[in-house]
């Protein structure tokens, strides 16, 4: 496994090389890549993109690892509260993440490529929707019963689907659409899904799918 570099020289080329990468993984996509194409692009040699990283796969880990924690934070409220303004709340968080989602759309857009060809991605994506779902549900459901976080857990699995999916479509694949789609316009019309879903019309708390035929364990 490369060693990461101590010397300025060292992380200013690695740092060189993990952009040019992006510009690969972003016009090659990530079945596609190849560490030659790397080297031709970083006009550096191909010993050079193996000093710092092991194969394409390390290459990738290292470009997605801080973009994994960043859009974890960026879409964690900071300005409102869900106990108090609940909508607000939910906007703040929906523009963060898909602010952050729309800033690196070419590796997310990668990122879903490799997951669906390699287990360590697929892991990845993976613990990104788990982390972002169980922070929801863990604000909303301290005080509730097992059933109401059973079917909360599930409709926020449906709400953080439609969020990944619409970012997808209208920033990874930006270039397929008719018009472009603002991140604030994005953020205005899924933070409505999701209120709609959890809370009612004066901003208290409801519990999604309170009905027979919504209960898997009523099946």
């Not at 970083?42 to 290459?59: M, P, Q, T």
């Not at 879409?75 to 523009?95: G, I, K, Q």
């Not at 669906?116 to 922070?135: I, L, Y």
């Not at 879903?197 to 035929?213: E, I, K, W």
């Given at each position: 496994?490369?060693?990461?570099?101590?010397?300025?020289?060292?992380?200013?080329?690695?740092?060189?090389?993990?952009?040019a990468a992006r510009r690969v993984?972003?016009?090659?996509?990530?079945?596609?890549?190849?560490?030659?194409?790397?080297?031709?692009?970083?006009?550096?040699?191909?010993?050079?993109?193996?000093?710092?990283?092991?194969?394409?796969?390390?290459?990738?880990?290292?470009?997605?690892?801080?973009?994994?924690?960043?859009?974890?934070?960026?879409?964690?409220?900071?300005?409102?509260?869900?106990?108090?303004?609940?909508?607000?709340?939910?906007?703040?968080?929906?523009?963060?993440?898909?602010?952050?989602?729309?800033?690196?759309?070419?590796?997310?857009?990668?990122?879903?490529?490799?997951?669906?060809?390699?287990?360590?991605?697929?892991?990845?994506?993976?613990?990104?929707?788990?982390?972002?779902?169980?922070?929801?549900?863990?604000?909303?459901?301290?005080?509730?019963?097992?059933?109401?976080?059973?079917?909360?857990?599930?409709?926020?699995?449906?709400?953080?689907?439609?969020?990944?999916?619409?970012?997808?479509?209208?920033?990874?694949?930006?270039?397929?659409?008719?018009?472009?789609?603002?991140?604030?316009?994005?953020?205005?019309?899924?933070?409505?899904?999701?209120?709609?879903?959890?809370?009612?019309?004066?901003?208290?708390?409801?519990?999604?799918?309170?009905?027979?035929?919504?209960?898997?364990?009523?099946?």
């Amino acid at each position: 496994m490369p060693a990461m570099p101590t010397t300025p020289k060292g992380q200013r080329t690695r740092a060189h090389l993990l952009l040019a990468a992006r510009r690969v993984f972003a016009r090659d996509g990530f079945v596609n890549m190849r560490m030659s194409d790397v080297a031709k692009e970083a006009n550096a040699s191909l010993g050079a993109v193996y000093r710092y990283f092991k194969d394409k796969e390390d290459l990738f880990e290292n470009l997605i690892g801080d973009i994994h924690e960043e859009l974890y934070e960026a879409s964690h409220p900071r300005e409102h509260r869900f106990a108090t303004d609940p909508y607000a709340a939910l906007l703040e968080a929906n523009r963060g993440y898909l602010g952050h989602y729309h800033q690196h759309r070419d590796v997310m857009r990668a990122l879903i490529e490799a997951a669906a060809v390699d287990s360590r991605f697929r892991d990845v994506w993976w613990r990104m929707r788990v982390r972002h779902r169980e922070r929801f549900v863990n604000s909303l459901t301290r005080d509730g019963s097992p059933h109401d976080l059973m079917l909360t857990r599930l409709a926020a699995e449906a709400m953080a689907c439609m969020v990944e999916q619409a970012a997808y479509v209208w920033f990874a694949h930006d270039s397929l659409q008719d018009v472009v789609v603002p991140v604030d316009t994005a953020a205005v019309i899924l933070t409505d899904g999701w209120y709609r879903l959890f809370f009612n019309d004066d901003g208290s708390r409801r519990v999604p799918g309170a009905h027979p035929l919504a209960d898997p364990q009523a099946h």
